[in-house]
């Protein structure tokens, strides 16, 4: 081999080396408490790696409760890929800054996460209790329209059935709005170890003065632990039903020092972003030119329908056209984040120097109790000369002749002819039958089923996995929807996944798959019936 041959074959194997597949790492929560579990999910698309993440750098500073695997398909663009996900349950073995190092799977790493586990309470009044609720507030007191958020956790020392229910939280005079999902955990209390259901609301409320916050009721069934029952008996259960303390809230009035001509926001926090398409400081700007300014207010602890509109760009020699306003609204650790964007084109139509004025946006700073202003700096955008435009007619010459209109004139004959051709092709199609039968363009369904069902009885992994995408892109559902309600396909595909990619592609059978693709039910034979509202997950603890 010659030494361009080897010094190309060095650099490839070094470019594939330093090409490490990227595991991807992410958790439930950064912030807990003490002696409360959080789930860890690692995934990977990847499918020539096998085996288990190495999760021995966690062991210093936390305790792995449990392992799950799952296996998913999905298509994108006609290509199937598949991903693989471990679900890792983690209890923090002390309380303060932590961090979940990098793991390894192969030759891919994940990211660190960073968290902070805060000291438990351990003056709880019902802790003895097997199943018991706790309310809080995370203020006693907030401004009027602002956020207040309400967390409520449900403890549970035994197995709940999945007939649980929570009383919806209704209150006068303030708007409500859940934060996301309930999500569950574990949490040792006393030594004993507690299933925990949590839920979270965002209250903004409307009138000032004291705001009443009425018990929420849970009420499930409790498994009854009478040891070892015969196969197909009902379990035992007795029901519960236990509440929530009432909590009062204190909201104040608008300050006094906040100006009555600007609209009231009290955050935690707010900023403004600029974008602008092309950067008119990195390129010159022209007449005619369409430039794209996309300005963003970012607010913490408000909802993105508190967030006013935006002043208008009016400058004289620019051209504004906006477009209709996106609210969007985000859930993080301390509530709701709204975010508004704003986009609008701006055609310039004289040259020289416009000056954008400076966009400033007032709010009441409910972290730091005071006034602030967040703003974009004022802008010149510098405007040049068009030469495309340089031919146009001089204004205000009133001895030139007016440019000749045969153009236009051209283009209006152009258009009737069409709108005539147009209109004698539709009233010519009256006359052709109503439906005409199109010819087919590929194989029939049937067609493609029984090449799938001949790949697979010859036990071809290559050629039944072609056959089986070409047979996919006929149906209603996507073959990922298809194996995501129906078991037997998606073990058949991880079997066929396996002989794919391992040397064991030879001793693979199609049976299985086959008897999968037939015994495929109906879309709407496994719908699940929508449940109530206010029902919260099960959790079992070990």
């Known amino acids: 081999m010659s030494r361009l041959g080897v010094f190309l074959l060095g650099l490839l194997w070094s470019l594939a080396a330093q090409a490490e597949p990227i595991l991807q790492a992410s958790v439930d929560r950064t912030r807990l408490e003490a002696g409360e579990t959080l789930e860890l999910t690692l995934e990977s698309q990847d499918v020539t790696q096998f085996g288990k993440p190495d999760l021995r750098a966690l062991e210093p500073d936390f305790e792995v409760r449990g392992t799950r695997q799952l296996n998913s398909l999905h298509t994108l663009d006609g290509e199937t890929r598949a991903s693989t996900r471990w679900i890792i349950t983690l209890l923090p073995r002390r309380s303060g800054s932590l961090r979940i190092p990098e793991l390894q799977l192969g030759q891919s790493r994940s990211q660190a996460i960073e968290l902070q586990v805060q000291q438990a309470d351990s003056q709880r009044p019902d802790a003895a209790a097997q199943v018991f609720v706790e309310a809080t507030l995370d203020s006693s007191e907030v401004y009027v329209q602002a956020q207040a958020v309400l967390t409520l956790r449900i403890y549970h020392s035994v197995a709940l059935y999945d007939d649980s229910s929570l009383s919806p939280l209704q209150l006068e005079n303030a708007k409500v709005d859940p934060l996301g999902e309930s999500r569950t955990y574990e949490k040792d209390i006393n030594g004993v170890r507690h299933g925990v259901i949590e839920t979270r ?10 705001l009443e916050v009425p018990p929420l009721r849970f009420t499930a069934t409790a498994a009854a632990d009478n040891g070892e029952q015969p196969a197909g008996t ?20 608008i300050p006094a020092s906040y100006p009555a001509d600007r609209p009231w926001l009290p ?11 092309p950067d008119p400081e990195r390129q010159p700007t022209q007449i005619g030119d369409s430039l794209t300014r996309n300005i963003t207010v970012r607010a913490e602890g408000l909802s993105s329908t508190q967030l006013p509109p935006l002043p208008a760009t009016e400058v004289t020699g620019l051209r504004r056209y906006p477009d209709q306003p996106l609210l969007r609204n985000e859930i993080g650790e301390r509530g709701m984040v709204a975010n508004r964007e704003e986009r609008e084109a701006l055609v310039p139509t004289h040259a020289g120097d416009l000056a954008l004025p400076a966009l400033e946006v007032t709010w009441w700073n409910t ?21 495309a435009l340089s031919a146009d007619t001089p204004v205000g010459d009133g001895n030139l002749s007016p440019s000749p209109l045969w153009p236009w004139q051209l283009a209006t004959l152009v258009l009737a002819l069409t709108t ?13 039958p109503a439906v005409l ?6 194989p029939s369904p049937r067609t493609l089923l029984d090449d799938l069902k001949r790949a697979c009885q010859a036990n071809d992994p290559q050629a039944t996995r072609q056959a089986l995408d070409a047979w996919a892109r006929q149906q209603p559902e996507t073959l990922a929807e298809m194996a995501a309600r129906f078991v037997p396909l998606s073990d058949a595909l991880d079997g066929l996944n396996g002989a794919l990619y391992s040397e064991s592609g030879q001793y693979w059978h199609g049976d299985e798959l086959w008897r999968a693709i037939g015994a495929i039910p109906p879309a709407e034979q496994v719908l699940a019936p929508s449940g109530e509202a206010g029902s919260l997950p099960p959790l079992y603890p070990k």
Request: glycine residues 4%.
């Open 201 to 210: 609301y965002a209250i903004y409320p409307q009138q000032s003065g004291s």
């Open 437 to 442: 039968r199109a010819a087919q363009t590929g």
């Open 367 to 387: 972290r730091e109790d005071h006034l602030e202003h967040s703003s974009l700096p004022a802008r010149t955008l510098n405007v040049q000369d068009n030469p």
């Open 420 to 432: 005539l051709l147009g209109f004698t092709l539709w009233w010519r199609a009256r006359s052709q």
């Open 234 to 253: 009902p379990r035992v259960g007795r029901q519960v039903q236990v509440s929530s303390l009432p909590l009062r809230l204190t909201v104040k009035p």
């Open 267 to 277: 955050a935690r926090s707010l900023t403004l972003e600029e974008h602008w398409n």
